[in-house]
């Protein structure tokens, strides 16, 4: 199955920006729906956002406006641009391929002052 590892985290103040980046492997990257979710401390995993194969995005309404998901299919890589960062939006960022079981061990964003 595909497998991804996440990287882009780190230490941010509010209203800052990080950009994520998912690496997969894989041949067939190009053909995988791909979603970016976040796991904040002692909450529940939620659901960011989607890309499809195509190119198209949706966004929970918690980040829509401030995250941007985009995607290279020559690099098998996904990206989550994340601005204008708030304190709420402090968890472990991950990206997972639709329908897949498999969790990488996702990155820490932490947006404090």
């Known amino acids: 199955q595909v497998q991804t590892v996440e990287s882009g985290g780190g230490l941010v103040q509010p209203g800052g920006s990080l950009r994520l980046s998912c690496a997969a492997s894989?041949?067939?990257?190009?053909?995988?729906?791909m979603g970016w979710y976040r796991q904040a401390p002692g909450k529940q995993r939620e659901w960011v956002g989607t890309?499809?194969?195509?190119?198209?995005?949706n966004y929970a309404d918690s980040v829509k406006g401030r995250f941007t998901i985009s995607r290279d299919n020559a690099e098998n890589t996904v990206y989550l641009q994340m601005n204008s960062l708030k304190p709420e939006d402090t968890a472990v960022y991950y990206c997972?391929?639709?329908?897949?079981?498999?969790w990488g061990q996702g990155t820490q964003v932490t947006v404090s002052s």
């Open positions: 894989g041949s067939i990257f190009s053909l995988f729906h």
């Open positions: 997972h391929v639709a329908g897949s079981t498999y």
């Open positions: 890309i499809t194969s195509g190119g198209r995005t």
